[in-house]
């Protein structure tokens, strides 16, 4: 009885202890040459290569668009005022954004390490939003800068993104910046 308590338990520390031994058997040896050493310092940590292989596998899979989501016709006209192609963004950030071919309303949204796939959703404010409620991602392109957000992670990915219109808008604003909602009201001009 005492020989089948142990079993598991035998199995449990070989299995433990298997990768353990193939890693040692796998590692450079002590005195390794100088040449061979700066070799393994230039090769890559498993970590990099796990990243590596996610980006690969992220960039080539398809993003699925929800068949679920009926865009509705104000949606559409929101659709075509975002701006597509490449947008410089803060600290050398991008962020690409493609008009779907199969559903006019969606959007192909993508930064380094994150691809979404995004439909506008109705502003109170006036900006345009898009969302990929599935990845927890928002858009939100404003009339002087855009920026992109994960819901999840309560973090901008990328701030301070300005296509060239929003450029324009921005300077136009330095040199002329308008009231802000608690500065006094100017002096109407008097009548003749």
């Known amino acids: 009885m005492k020989l089948f308590a142990i079993q598991p338990l035998l ?3 070989c299995a433990l202890a298997l990768p353990t031994a193939i890693f ?6 002590a005195k390794a040459s100088a040449s061979a050493a700066a070799k393994k310092a230039k090769a890559k940590s498993p970590a990099e290569v796990r990243r590596s292989a996610l980006k690969a596998v992220e960039e080539v899979t398809p993003i699925d668009e929800d068949p679920n989501i009926k865009l509705t016709a104000e949606d559409i006209e929101i659709a075509k005022r975002v701006f597509v192609g490449t947008i410089a963004c803060e600290l050398g950030n991008s962020v690409t954004i493609t008009a ?27 900006a345009i939003r898009l969302e990929d409620a599935k990845r927890g991602a928002l858009w939100l392109q ?10 999840k992670l ?10 060239p219109e929003q450029i324009t808008l921005a300077d136009e604003l330095k040199k002329n910046p308008r009231p802000g909602l608690l500065d006094s009201p100017s002096a109407a001009p008097a009548a003749k």
């Open 11 to 13: 199995l449990a520390v």
């Open 24 to 29: 040692a058997q796998t590692a450079a040896p």
């Open 100 to 126: 779907s071919t199969r559903r006019p309303g969606f959007f192909a949204v993508q930064t380094k390490g994150a691809r979404f796939s995004m439909h506008p959703v109705e502003s109170r404010t006036g």
């Open 142 to 151: 404003l009339g002087n800068k855009s920026m992109l957000m994960s819901q």
């Open 154 to 163: 309560g973090q901008r990915l990328a701030d301070e993104c300005m296509s």
